[in-house]
């Protein structure tokens, strides 16, 4: 299910600043030879996350679900002199190919990969964040949202990508685990009082959230 109208999407892609050569190569391969490639930020969120980050200008950003890369690249490009980017990404695979990006955007030394389980290794990431992108297991969404958020500074920022869930979460009667997940996740966001938050409808949604 398309959740913003293609027309609308390809208009926005077209009066947006497109990708950077790089990035538009990543995109590329993925959309070639990856499995999932739906599963790319792309053009217009990798965009926004890259706005974002530059607004904040960053110190430390931690990342959960690294992919191949492409979003890890976006935020880097808002880090502050002397930052670091850390991000999280369970498959051996991904986890190569992303290495692999870093060294060609001249990233290595900003972006520090931790490769295995999230819920085992942020527990051991002694940072205090100014921005988490979490776009991992959707059943574990709350689990890390609750194991992070005590280290997000207050003024920082969390993004949940993927809040609509491919349209699931708007069925009237929702089903499948990873649906289930992010709906309850949507409302656990909503009900905490300790932050504010805006849902935008790009791509898969993406949540705001702001700490107070």
């Not at 880090?79 to 870093?102: C, K, P, V, W, Y």
């Not at 819920?119 to 890390?144: G, R, S």
Request: proline share 4%; hydrophobic share 45%; aromatic share 6%.
């Amino acid at each position: 299910m398309d959740i913003v109208h293609p027309l609308a999407a390809h208009y926005a892609e077209r009066f947006s600043s497109p990708e950077t050569e790089l990035l538009a190569s990543v995109a590329a391969a993925a959309n070639a030879q990856h499995p999932h490639p739906h599963m790319l930020s792309g053009h217009l969120q990798g965009r926004l996350l890259e706005m974002i980050s530059k607004m904040m200008k960053p110190e430390r950003i931690l990342e959960v679900g690294t992919m191949i890369g492409y979003s890890s690249i976006c935020l880097a490009a808002g880090l502050q002199s002397g930052g670091m980017l850390h991000t999280i990404e369970l498959r051996e695979g991904d986890a190569d190919i992303a290495e692999n990006h870093f060294r060609n955007a001249g990233l290595q030394d900003q972006i520090r990969l931790h490769r295995g389980a999230a819920l085992e290794i942020i527990p051991t990431l002694q940072e205090n964040w100014d921005l988490v992108f979490l776009d991992a297991d959707k059943v574990n969404y709350i689990a890390y949202y609750e194991m992070i958020l005590p280290r997000l500074r207050k003024g920082g920022y969390l993004l949940a990508d993927n809040v609509l869930f491919h349209g699931a979460v708007l069925d009237e009667e929702i089903s499948g685990k990873n649906a289930v997940a992010i709906h309850a996740f949507n409302q656990h966001v909503r009900n905490d009082t300790s932050v504010t938050c805006v849902m935008l409808p790009i791509r898969d949604g993406l949540t705001l959230i702001y700490k107070k």
